[in-house]
Structure formats: C-alpha cells, structure tokens
C-alpha cells in the first residue's frame, strides 16, 4: 500500500518538475524549490497527525460513555439477579413454614368410589372412571401452629367465634356451645395437631390469605383428587389393605387400636404415597358439591358465591368408627358446619 508520505513527496518532485520546465530564468533556484516543496510535505504530514489525533480523540469520547453504560447495565443485571434470587429464597420459606411440605401427584386415570362387594361400603360410592391431572397436597393436615399464624396475622375470628361456637362432643351427644373454637375443642391439643372447629368459609379464608403470602395459588383438593391420593395406587378399603389393622389410623376409642382418645399430632402414623392422615384424625374438607351420584362433580371446585351447596368431607375422624376412615367413604356438609373433628389440608394445581 503506497503511504501518505510517498504520494506527498511524489506530488512535491512532479511539482517541481514542472517549474523547472516552465518557469522563467529568472524563477527561484532547484534548491529553493527542493526546501519549498520539503516544507509544504512537512506542513501536510502535520495536517494529517493532527487529523489523526483529533479522530482519536473523538473515539474516545464515544467509547467512554458506552463503556460506563455498559458497566451500569452489568451492574443492575446482577443486583437484578440477586434480588430475584433472595425473593424466591423469601417465597420458599413462607411456603415452607406457612404451607408446609407439598407432594407432587402425578395423574392417571383410577376406579373413584367403591365396588358393591367392598364391606362396610355406602350406597353413595358409586365406582366409576376418573382420570386425574398431576397436582400437588399437603403431607400434613394443617396444624393448629399454621392456622393460629394465619389468626395473629390477619385478626380472623372464625365463624365459631363470631357466631354460636362449635359442634361438640360432651362424651355422650353432639352439643353446640361458645366455649368451642378452634382455641379451645374441649379437649387438650398440642401446636402439631390438625386445627379443628373450622368451617369450609374459614379454610377458604386462610387460603386466601396464604395465596397472597407466598405468591401461590392454593386451594382445598377435589374428592377426585382427595380419594386418589389417599388410595395411593391400590384398590383396598385402605391404602395397607382391607382391614383396619393395628395403629394404622386414629378413629373412635378402640376401634382402630390407636392409643389416642382424640386428636393425634400430624405425622403420628404411617405415610401412604406420602402423605399422613389422609385416614382417621380429623375429616377433611374438600373443594366438591356432595352429589349422591358424582355426576363429575367430583373433579369441579365450588366458589365462594356457590357456597350454598353441601360440600365433600373425607377421611373420617377420631370420633367416628374404622369405616368411615376408607379410601371410598364421604360425606357431605354445609359451608358454615363445624366440628370438633373438622379441618383440612391443602392443595395446588400444576
């Protein structure tokens, strides 16, 4: 590549070849012609450097204010990062320690109800074919600790509380009194028992509560859901088999063998598919219309403005005989119902 410098000196020789041609006797000598045309190439050469050098400059002057955006940009990027991550460490432990631990589901389609030849069996256990999508549920009933958080948060007085009390058992009847709330069942509770005393309107309250603290949609689980994670892949009246057995579940003085007179603090038994008490303990609402034939109802969710329905209950309780701890059983109770052997556990769609 031929130079700047070269096609300047080239300029200057043919520049002077041409004076010397052309010009008069009389006209500037060679050599005065050699250090004028010398002078014009140095003052060319320092036009160009200083051509070069102003670029430069303007170069830098573009580059430096890219150069601290960027920087700035990198450095929102990572406290961007940083945050999200602190949030969603944040959400996991409300999540763990306002919902407690969730398990996964996964769906299939199963026999929902029992079969005519099941002992014990009611008439409204109609088997027929449901087929579930993957969902998650509590492995705990919610405990007396976790809803007593949702109260000292949010100021909730259950329906017991602001209205006539709970229904309770004095040892020989079913009796309503004041004296019944989830605070005070009648009987002595432990912080790890599953609440009781609650109605479906104040499970449905704390859910609220607890979507919006963990940033998560939680809900109460349908039958369908309900019976298919409780049956935990098997076909017997109970996910161990067809008897009742020894200390499997916590039913009605000596009827399931449990050594608990009334509730038994979560986790006191064996885990099925993961999950405790889904038999015994306390019955459990569910999110379904009672429907003495289904009628599919039981894979639907009732709102809050549809409350005037009955609602699904499993599970039995610790105040009701083995037979109403199986996979099959239900039962079905207004919104505003409670008992001193009612609560729930949670669930989420996936």
Known sequence: MISQRNVIRSLAIILLALTLFSAPASAKTLQE??????????????????????????????????????WRARARKILLENKIQQTSQQLAFLQKELAGEMIT????????????????RDMDEKQHLVCMNDFEIGRHEITKAKFSAFVSASHYLTE????????????????????????NPGFVQTDADPVTCVSWNDAAAYLHWLSEQTGQKYRLPTEAEWEYAARANTTTRYPWG????????????DSCEDN??????????????????????VWE??????????????????????????????GGSWLDLQEK?????????DASDRGLNLGFRIARSL
């Open 260 to 281: 608990y007179l009334y509730t038994a603090p979560v986790g006191s038994f064996n885990a099925y598919n993961g999950l405790f008490d889904m038999h015994g303990n």
């Open 105 to 120: 589901i996964k769906g299939s389609c199963f026999q929902l109800g029992s079969p005519e030849t099941e002992k014990d």
């Open 285 to 314: 609402w569910t999110c379904s219309e009672y429907d003495y034939n289904y009628n599919d109802k039981d894979q639907q969710c009732l709102t809050e403005n549809h409350v005037n329905k009955s609602i699904v209950v499993r």
């Open 33 to 70: 012609l050699e250090q004028e045309a010398l002078k014009q190439e140095q003052q060319s050469l320092k036009k160009i450097i200083k051509s070069n050098k102003s670029n430069k400059s303007n170069k830098k002057k573009i580059i430096k204010p890219r150069k601290k955006k960027s």
């Open 160 to 183: 017991a509380e602001k209205n006539d009390g709970c229904n309770g058992w004095d040892g020989r009847s079913w009796k309503k009194d004041k004296q019944y709330s989830w605070r």
């Open 242 to 253: 067809d008897e009742i057995e020894t200390n499997r579940s916590n039913c009605y003085k």
């Open 325 to 333: 701890s199986r996979s099959a059983s239900r039962d079905g109770w």
